[in-house]
């Protein structure tokens, strides 16, 4: 074959993958959408963080204005986006508790929301800075609070289903996750989120079964949602085992300068993951987050050698808890004691992570800020004793005055 027929099939072959990109392309933005608006419901855990892609949008339309509407008939719209559609957020800077317009992003025209929150169940349209709407979800996040958690290997067994009439109430469990160990027993679990079923629900909302939506749908009437209202989330866990793949952690040319540079017979002390210090003061409180780590991946904390497991250290087992792991698998530690000190491993999808060599200090300069919640607590007790101390004190000086002016007062009898 000549060079000049090579060059002709190159061409026609490049002319045909451009022609199949764009009419890709056109079939995304020709998507259509709905004639009347209906909502997609969708239910998270709090501190979750999820995506709603806007499905459908007019070809003209070249970026997309979310907006936020608490319920339905609310007269009050949050705009989520700057309105060219630009915002964007990084997740490592989002903190729980963060207000709204911090905690989401706008990406290829869909809506980010970080570390999600009660509160923020609701509407989001997706639409244009005129204010029409393409597409909407109706979003449930369900609080983790009185989450309650049922351990298999202990023979307890999920909540059963609720009847009440023509309303049943019951719980769907997601996936179970990855064993969140290797090599040593571990544990997965999964995440069980409240659904209804009923004939009475708004026929304006999707649903992905007959009449099935789950408890904190806006498609759900109120007397509906008082019935409802005390099946809690639950967390299903069972114990795991599984084998760690081979991973070559150090190179062997750093082995051999460690062995030169160490003394004969010892082996310097080489960390198998990354290792941060942090020093702690004796009595506070310390909360550690897994680098990398969302509420719905399968992490796990040891210390040294000490495996924390959930059965015993889950938010929630007993009241009278010190260390234990909150559904966010963040590891809490309150009232720091001298104990406490060693190195607490971080377990991701069943590989550990990171670590965290914790010193607690019993004495030493202590920096206040208004960010640590103690020190918020202690402001708020001394504004509240000298509110009471005030109270006090204009209370008795009121009845000094009343006794004053009816010993005054002339008798007119």
């Known amino acids: 074959m000549s060079l000049a027929h090579t060059t002709v099939l190159l061409w026609v072959w490049g002319s045909l993958q451009a022609f199949e990109i764009v009419e890709k392309e056109n079939i995304f933005q020709k998507t259509p959408c709905p004639a009347f608006l209906m909502f997609d419901n969708a239910a998270y855990l709090a501190d979750m963080s999820f995506e709603l892609p806007c499905h459908c949008k ?13 319920h339905l008939s609310s007269s009050h719209t949050k705009v989520l986006t700057d309105f060219d559609g630009r915002v964007l957020t990084e997740a490592a800077y989002v903190r729980g508790g963060s207000d709204m317009l911090v905690r989401f992003s706008i990406r290829m025209f869909s809506l980010l929301v970080f570390r999600a929150q009660p509160e923020d169940s609701g509407l989001y349209f997706c639409g244009t800075r005129k204010g029409d709407y393409f597409y909407a979800y109706d979003v449930d996040i369900q609080s983790n609070e009185g989450m309650v958690a049922t351990f298999k290997d202990e023979g307890q067994e999920p909540f059963e289903d609720e009847y009440h009439g023509d309303l049943h109430v019951f719980t769907t469990f997601w996936e179970w996750t990855p064993c969140d160990r290797c090599g040593v027993r571990g544990e997965q679990w999964r995440i069980g989120l409240c659904y209804l079923q009923s004939p009475d629900l708004s026929p304006r909302y999707h649903k992905t079964m007959p009449d099935v939506v789950s408890c904190g749908s806006q498609a759900v009437p109120r007397k509906l949602r008082t019935m409802a209202r005390d099946h809690m989330p639950e967390l299903l866990v069972r114990s795991c085992l599984v084998s760690c793949e081979k991973r070559k952690t150090i190179r062997e040319g750093m082995l051999a300068i460690f062995n030169y540079v160490s003394k004969v017979g010892s082996r310097p002390w080489v960390p198998q993951v990354p290792i941060q210090f942090h020093k702690q003061r004796l009595g506070h409180g310390l909360i550690i987050s897994c680098p990398g780590a969302r509420p719905e991946h399968a992490v796990a904390w040891d210390k040294d050698h000490q495996h924390l497991y959930r059965t015993q250290y889950l938010k ?62 202690v402001l708020q007790l001394t504004l509240i004793g000298y509110l009471l101390i005030t109270a006090v004190f204009v209370t008795i000086h009121l009845c000094r005055c009343c006794c004053y002016l009816f010993r005054c007062c002339p008798n007119f009898s």
Not at 58 to 70: G, N, R
Not at 350 to 356: D, E, I, L, S, Y
């Open 316 to 377: 929630g087992v007993n009241r009278s808890m010190r260390v234990f792991i909150d559904h966010g698998n963040q590891l809490h530690i309150r009232f720091t004691q001298l104990s406490d000190r060693g190195i607490y491993y971080c377990w991701r999808q069943g590989v550990r992570v990171a670590g965290f060599r914790l010193a607690v200090k019993s004495r030493g300069h202590y920096q206040v800020s208004f960010s640590d919640p103690e020190t918020r607590s």
């Open 58 to 70: 007019p070809e003209e339309v070249s970026a997309v204005v979310w907006y936020y509407q608490k």
